[in-house]
């Protein structure tokens, strides 16, 4: 069973526009949610985390919002930029520390 | 601070073989995981290594296993290989074992012919 899931294979949006990438968890014994980017041939960079006391976490162009009654959590980029094309996996912690991640949704920032 | 670094980037094998791929954290971080990646399946979780104990293990078979040495450097070591074992094997390395940011190394592409 997928606990972490993203329904959104990709995603395409104009350069100076809003990206929101959503996300989707089974297990509600999740407490911390992270957002990872990946380029090509390189492995994935920490981007963001959320604790699951709370709803909403900023940094930059980045915030996460947390809805735990949904169990949905969102990634908004604003502005979008050509350089956040990338491959972006959320990811749920569980219980026993490990990440439990989602199969990524592919995001172009067409100029 | 230097990355994760893993060698070797790629690796081909031919089935039935084994391999060995080598995961050396950021200096100061004790714990190391790994995953794999496939284009089916996403980033799946191997297991975690902390102090030079398994803390952590994920579903998959007995011909997975791993290791960490005293200096927090890790091994992780596949036998008898199968064609689905074709992936990016990817490390992480976090500074305590519940710490809530893992960084990750660029991988090691194994195929296996």
């Known amino acids: 069973d997928q606990q972490v899931k993203q329904n959104s294979p990709s995603l395409s949006v104009q350069e100076g526009r809003i990206s929101i990438l959503n996300c989707d968890y089974t297990?509600?014994?999740?407490?911390?949610f992270l957002w990872y980017k990946k380029y090509p041939a390189e492995g994935p960079t920490f981007l963001i985390s959320i604790s699951s006391i709370k709803d909403k976490n900023e940094d930059g162009r980045f915030t996460v919002f947390l809805n735990k009654s949904a169990k949905h959590l969102s990634l908004h980029i604003v502005p979008s930029q050509p350089g956040d094309s990338a491959v972006y996996f959320c990811a749920g912690r569980g219980s026993q520390g490990n990440l439990i991640f989602g199969k990524g949704t592919k995001l172009s920032v067409k100029p | 601070k230097a990355g994760v670094t893993q060698t070797p980037r790629y690796l081909i094998k031919t089935r039935g073989q084994q391999v060995t791929l080598s995961c050396s954290p950021i200096?100061?971080?004790?714990?190391v995981s790994w995953y794999q990646q496939t284009p089916g399946q996403g980033l799946q979780f191997l297991f975690e290594y902390f102090s030079e104990t398994q803390r952590n293990k994920g579903n998959f078979p007995g011909r997975f296993s791993g290791r960490q040495f005293s200096n927090s450097r890790s091994e992780m070591n596949v036998s008898t290989l199968e064609l689905g074992d074709s992936a990016l094997y990817l490390c992480a390395s976090s500074l305590l074992l519940w710490t809530d940011t893992q960084y990750f190394g660029p991988g090691t592409r194994l195929t296996v012919l």
């Open positions: 297990n509600s014994m999740f407490d911390y």
């Open positions: 200096s100061g971080h004790r714990s």
